[in-house]
């Protein structure tokens, strides 16, 4: 099952214009660097090249200065954040093992409420009976939980879509192969927002499949864009429906695929993130 969410706020260009600078093409095709320029006075270029190491310095210390902090370790004054970046508001509260829970009652924490659940939506465990009832309860709202289980249970137990994966009537990957299925959220936007109810839309890459050497059903890539529900109930955000869409889906690079000890390995030793925005 593949879940989805996206970001709200201006775009990137909202930074257009600070501190930009105009460069000025050599007239010349053969003098890529602009020698016929030379005449120049030293005493202008020297001038220049103060002001570039003046401006490199200040964004250098901008960047590294982090902003006052108050006495919960939250910034005082954020500027207003791209998309995809950062906003220095402190991550949801999770416990280790567990679907992070706790989200903040803005349209920051249902997009950071719905980049998780997406990931537990997208993961192995809800191939396993047990862990599926566990993630269902954490991640729907109360009035859905119940008929969301119900019918991905029947979903997630039948014999021919288990086949169809590689995987044995218990959700199980054969012997010597490893079952991957996992979710990596690239940017959210809420779409819609008021104090109970929120729109978010998640783009995210999954990986699917089995790795292993015997494998017919090798392990690969897809791009989603899901539209999540969300209400806020008992200090949370849940999901109470969602949508989803295939793309956008970037051009693929001439890559080698992987071997299949290799795609095993890295997917043993490299683990998950909690996303927050």
Not at 8 to 22: I, P
Not at 195 to 210: H, P
Not at 246 to 255: A, I, S
Request: proline fraction near 5%.
């Amino acid at each position: 099952m593949s879940p989805g969410d996206g970001a709200s706020g201006g775009g990137e260009g909202e930074y257009g214009g600070v501190g930009q600078t105009r460069t000025r093409l050599p007239d010349r095709a053969t003098d890529v660097y602009g020698g016929a320029r030379r005449g120049r006075s030293s005493s202008r270029s020297l001038t220049t090249v103060v002001g570039v190491v003046v401006l490199l310095i200040a964004a250098i210390a901008f960047a590294n200065r982090g902003g006052d902090s108050s006495a919960d370790g939250t910034p005082d004054n954020k500027p207003n954040a791209a998309p995809t970046a950062a906003t220095g508001t402190r991550p949801v509260r999770t416990t280790p093992g567990t679907i992070p829970s706790g989200y903040p009652h803005n349209e920051q924490g249902a997009q950071s409420a719905a980049a998780n659940y997406a990931v537990a939506l997208g993961s192995t465990g809800m191939f396993d009976t047990g862990q599926r009832h566990a993630i269902v309860s954490a991640v729907y709202a109360p009035a859905v939980a119940v008929a969301r289980q119900s019918g991905l249970d029947a979903a997630y137990s039948s014999e021919k879509f288990l086949s169809n994966i590689g995987l044995d009537r218990d959700g199980r990957a054969p012997s010597g192969e490893t079952f991957v299925s996992r979710i990596i959220p690239v940017g959210t936007k809420t779409t819609a927002y008021s104090s109970g109810r929120a729109t978010v839309e998640l783009w995210y890459t999954s990986l699917f499949g089995l790795s292993g050497s015997s494998s017919t059903n090798p392990v690969s890539e897809s791009w989603y864009t899901t539209t999540y529900q969300l209400t806020w109930i008992d200090n949370d955000w849940k999901v109470t429906d969602f949508t989803q869409k295939d793309g956008p889906v970037p051009v693929g690079r001439d890559q080698r695929a992987s071997t299949a000890d290799d795609m095993t390995k890295a997917v043993e030793e490299y683990g998950g993130f909690t996303y927050a925005r």
